[in-house]
T-cell receptor
Framework: DSGVTQTPKHLITATGQRVTLRCSPRSGDLSVYWYQQSLDQGLQFLIQYYNGEERAKGNILERFSAQQFPDLHSELNLSSLELGDSALYFC????????????????FGPGTRLTVL | QKEVEQDPGPLSVPEGAIVSLNCTYSNSAFQYFMWYRQYSRKGPELLMYTYSSGNKEDGRFTAQVDKSSKYISLFIRDSQPSDSATYLCAMSAVRNTGNQFYFGTGTSLTVIP
């Protein structure tokens, strides 16, 4: 158990709908990362938040947004869902060093499996 | 061209074999190299973490980085059925805007008893 929790474990919805995925980082970790994992694309970095602020952005679609709250939990919002958005969505957390310094270890949650029908 | 390339396998070996897993990359700014293990329906877990070039050993696992060739490897000695999983390489560069991690697509490994 990594100490990172994600809810829900499974989500089934229809095209055009909007869903929210939730992540609670490990105790003491200030940074949260979101990833999308599909069979053909592998693990794709979406976005990173550090202590409530966006720090790095990857291949995140405009239909997707995220935020990190004062209690450090994070939510990933996916809207106008398409069939191709079906994937595993992982959250990872880390202590995260100050900007521009050494990278650190990410601990992954169990993931949310999203199925868009 | 993808930032990180990894042969997806699948790779099937007998118990006790030495396993070699590899990734290549194109971005010379990468300085941190990681290997994650992912069991089916679970999140990735960190196995090894190395900085810059060289070798690092941890039990049956050895990670190698050759920055001149932009090539990293993970060796598993005396492989066990419990090593059956997907292995993901990951890399990052330190940036003023934060650390973005790039993952390979993963190599599926099965160790046969």
């Amino acid at each position: 158990d990594s100490g990172v929790t994600q809810t829900p474990k499974h989500l089934i919805t229809a095209t055009g709908q909007r869903v929210t995925l939730r992540c609670s980082p490990r105790s003491g970790d200030l940074s949260v990362y979101w990833y999308q994992q599909s069979l053909d694309q592998g693990l794709q970095f979406l976005i990173q938040y550090y202590n409530g602020e966006e720090r790095a952005k990857g291949n995140i679609l405009e239909r997707f947004s995220a935020q990190q709250f004062p209690d450090l939990h994070s939510e990933l919002n996916l809207s106008s869902l398409e069939l191709g958005d079906s994937a595993l969505y992982f959250c990872a957390s880390s202590v995260a060093p100050p900007t521009g310094q050494a990278t650190d270890t990410q601990y992954f949650g169990p993931g949310t499996r999203l199925t868009v029908l | 061209q993808k930032e990180v390339e990894q042969d997806p396998g699948p790779l099937s070996v007998p118990e006790g074999a030495i396993v070699s897993l590899n990734c290549t990359y194109s971005n010379s700014a990468f300085q941190y190299f990681m290997w994650y293990r992912q069991y089916s329906r679970k999140g990735p877990e960190l196995l090894m973490y190395t900085y810059s070039s060289g070798n690092k050993e941890d039990g049956r696992f050895t990670a190698q980085v050759d920055k001149s060739s932009k090539y990293i490897s993970l060796f598993i000695r005396d492989s066990q059925p419990s090593d059956s999983a997907t292995y993901l390489c990951a890399m990052s560069a330190v940036r003023n805007t934060g650390n973005q991690f790039y993952f390979g697509t993963g190599t599926s490994l099965t160790v046969i008893p």
